[in-house]
């Protein structure tokens, strides 16, 4: 299972890869549903100048096109840093299956480093979301970016 991630989390290093080309804050998702990539995004708030284009937005916005559907329930999210609270709350919007994220951010991660939303939003959205997080999967200078 573990090689099944780490796969994944590559793909979304790539997203955040070309997010830090673009000069944008490094960060990169991946949603995949039945063992298929159905969304990537990458953090494009600066290119937009829209507070809302985080990696995992973007990615759950081709996501819920490409199945047509806003209830994610069959998909996994793979994000190179640990969401925040809107990501983490469009996480549970969409009712997603599992979250894997690489390295923990303790200035604004939702999950469980700088607050744990994920325990507030499973009573509002009635499901538990299982979460992995994989921090030696990202090379050591992502990690050193978010002094993770
Ligand atoms: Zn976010």
């Known amino acids: 299972m573990e090689s099944y991630d780490l796969g994944f989390m590559k793909l979304a290093l790539a997203a955040a890869r070309e997010a830090s080309m673009r000069e944008e ?3 990169g998702a991946v949603i995949v549903s039945a063992g298929a ?3 990537t995004g990458y953090n494009c708030r600066e290119e937009r100048q829209n507070p809302l284009c985080h990696a995992e937005i ?3 916005q081709e996501a819920s096109k490409a199945l047509r559907s806003w209830r994610l329930d069959q998909c996994d999210i793979y994000v190179t840093l640990e969401p925040c609270v809107m ?4 996480v549970l919007q969409a009712r997603m299956r599992r979250l894997v ?6 200035k604004a991660g939702a999950v469980e480093s700088y607050t744990a939303c994920v325990k507030i939003s499973d009573s509002i959205t009635n499901c ?8 030696m999967s990202l090379p050591r200078c ?4 978010f002094h993770a």
């Open 101 to 106: 994220f690489g390295c923990r951010d303790p």
């Open 58 to 60: 973007m990615a759950i």
């Open 128 to 135: 538990r979301l299982p979460k992995v997080c994989l921090p």
């Open 87 to 90: 990501c983490i709350g469009a």
């Open 37 to 39: 990539v159905v969304g």
């Open 25 to 27: 804050v490094p960060v």
């Open 142 to 145: 992502f990690r050193r970016f």
